[in-house]
């Protein structure tokens, strides 16, 4: 399995998030994975991308693009997991059982740290 999800910093992760939410990216959910279960974080994240089918390669996004299909994507940095999604009409066999919020509607609140950093409107505030 490719590990293309797994961003090496906070700052990346910041940074990827921006750069997907610049592209369309609008929802999303937050997820923080308990500590104590730091041995099974990779199954975890194979269940998440397994059940909403994210990281798709540019060609098949693109074709789900233009399909007005959603598209979704999950990164990891630490206990700290964000899946994301577009537009669209939700896949048939994807069940949408997670809570997404708009990133223009609600802050993306990311407990890094001591402070929790937030992302609205494509800005970074710390």
């Known amino acids: 399995m490719s590990e293309k999800y797994l961003v090496v910093s906070w700052v990346a992760f910041i940074q990827q998030l921006q750069h997907l939410i610049a592209r369309g990216y609008e929802e999303y959910c937050a997820v923080l994975y308990p500590v104590k279960k730091e041995d099974k974080f990779e199954k975890i994240d194979r269940k998440i991308i397994s059940k909403y089918n994210c990281n798709l390669d540019k060609d098949k996004s693109y074709y789900r693009k233009k399909k007005k299909i959603c598209n979704f994507k999950f990164l990891r940095f630490g206990n700290q997991a964000m ?44």
Request: hydrophobic content about 35%.
């Open 83 to 126: 899946i994301l999604k577009t537009k669209g009409k939700i896949e048939e066999g994807v069940i949408l059982d997670d809570k997404f919020k708009h990133v223009k509607k609600e802050k993306m609140v990311i407990p890094i740290g001591e402070k929790g950093f937030w992302c609205k409107n494509h800005s970074l505030e710390t």
